[in-house]
């Protein structure tokens, strides 16, 4: 339901888009990846979470998309670099994960996605906008886990920042309504 709501629409728009080799940042069980699988040659599932990782190759042991598993690691709350050489995707996404990522490790990790990206490819993010929500009624917190639906303290604004300070070109910006809750994130 959420892919055909929110992404398809996007991917359909960018019809340029090279499903070739694909990096699913933060898969989760692959539920999104299992739609990719349909488009595309080589699927790199990424994770911190080697549980996740473990149902991931169970379930897509028999797929026709080539797939791979990397585990993502981090040190002391903090990011490390992704173990990828330079220009290995072509199309990179993160769906329902990086909601919960704060502006520092966005900005690490759109810096990343740069280095890993091929030239003229895309990458499609889907986090948080709890800055910009406007509201009296709920508390803001620089720690997420504290926030209205887990959500980070970031904007649409600061990952179009992040972004293009990177050397991305940001064609597209939506609003996501996250249960009642209007423009609560956004995809990128």
């Known amino acids: 339901t959420q ?9 359909d728009r960018h019809s340029d888009i090279c499903y070739n080799k694909v990096l699913d940042f933060a898969c ?6 299992n739609i990719f699988a349909e488009k595309s040659d080589h699927i790199t599932c990424c994770d911190v979470n080697s549980s996740a990782l473990d149902y991931c190759k169970e379930r897509f042991k028999n797929n026709k998309c ?5 585990e993502s690691l981090t040190e002391n709350d903090e990011p490390l670099s992704l173990n990828f050489k330079e220009e290995s995707f072509t199309f990179i996404y993160s769906w329902e994960a990086m909601v ?3 502006y520092k490790w966005l900005d690490f990790y759109l810096k990343e996605f ?5 030239p003229d490819s895309h990458v499609m993010i889907h986090h948080s906008n709890l800055a910009s929500y406007i509201t009296n009624d709920i508390v803001k917190s ?5 926030n209205l639906h887990s959500r980070a303290m970031v904007s649409s604004e600061d990952v179009k920042f992040i972004a293009e300070n990177h050397g991305f070109s940001v064609i597209e910006q939506s ?3 996250w249960g009642k809750c209007k423009s609560l994130d956004s995809i990128s």
Not at 3 to 9: F, L, Q, R
Not at 66 to 70: D, K, N, P, S, T
């Open 100 to 102: 919960h990522f704060k």
């Open 114 to 118: 740069y280095r890993i990206l091929k």
């Open 142 to 146: 620089e720690n997420w886990n504290e």
């Open 28 to 33: 989760g069980r692959g539920r999104i990846a």
């Open 3 to 11: 892919y055909s709501k929110w992404i398809k629409p996007i991917t």
């Open 175 to 177: 609003y996501v309504d």
């Open 66 to 70: 080539g797939f791979e598993f990397v």
